[in-house]
């Protein structure tokens, strides 16, 4: 799968506020979009001078900041939304929901990755189990009352040790229990809207898709 592996500042940038792609490092080092609070390229101060954004570029940019928070492709994010439509609820929950049900989102949620890329090359190389099964696909549907932890053989690795000892890493959600002396953690139940922690307009995405 193609996925987008220049600066990633340039994201944040574009989408006019801090997405944490960096770990650690959006929290420690001067972010780019404090210096330059506009989108990238030649004209990324005229556009911020324009006139109010349509309600389709609202939509757009929505869709957009919610697909590099959480690394995916369009056409699997396309695919992720036309199954949440399908299930009972709100749709946008369920959207938002099965993002945060990802194997390298849990892995980061839980602490033992900086950044959900960083999460996602762990599970890339075989350092996370589920179960006490190896699972290496990042798009893997954790379930509640599955186990998660990382692969023993990998506990002490440098990027899993400066996860859990960074100052400034975010504090573990409520639905997720985790035990950072073994690197084993669980998910509890299934997260409501309320319980993640994510300030995206995901109705903006709904309406974009139901066009």
């Known amino acids: 799968m193609a996925r987008y592996t220049g600066p990633v500042c340039k994201l944040c940038r574009r989408e006019g506020q801090k997405l944490f792609l960096k770990g650690t490092k959006c929290y420690t080092e001067k972010c780019p979009i404090e210096r330059r609070n506009y989108a990238p390229g030649q004209h990324g101060q005229a556009q911020a001078r324009r006139r109010k954004a349509s309600d389709y570029a609202q ?33 946008g929950e369920n959207l938002l929901v099965a993002l945060e049900s990802r194997l390298d989102n849990i892995v980061y949620r839980m602490g033992f990755g900086a950044s959900r890329r960083q999460a996602r090359q762990l599970v890339r190389h075989g350092h996370v189990q589920v179960n006490g099964r190896t699972v290496n696909i990042p798009s893997y549907a954790v379930r509640p009352g599955d186990e998660v932890k990382v692969a023993p053989k990998s506990k002490d690795i440098l990027p899993v040790q400066a996860a859990l000892e960074a100052k400034t890493r975010p504090d573990v959600v409520r639905w997720l ?3 950072a002396e073994t690197r084993t953690g669980r998910m509890l139940e299934r997260p409501g809207r309320a319980d993640i922690p994510l300030a995206v307009q995901e109705q903006l995405i709904v309406e974009l898709y139901s066009k």
């Open 59 to 91: 939509q757009l940019r929505e869709k957009q900041k919610v697909k590099r928070i959480y690394g995916v492709s369009e056409r699997y994010f396309k695919n992720l939304f036309e199954h949440a439509a399908r299930q009972a609820g709100v749709t």
């Open 177 to 179: 229990a985790v035990d």
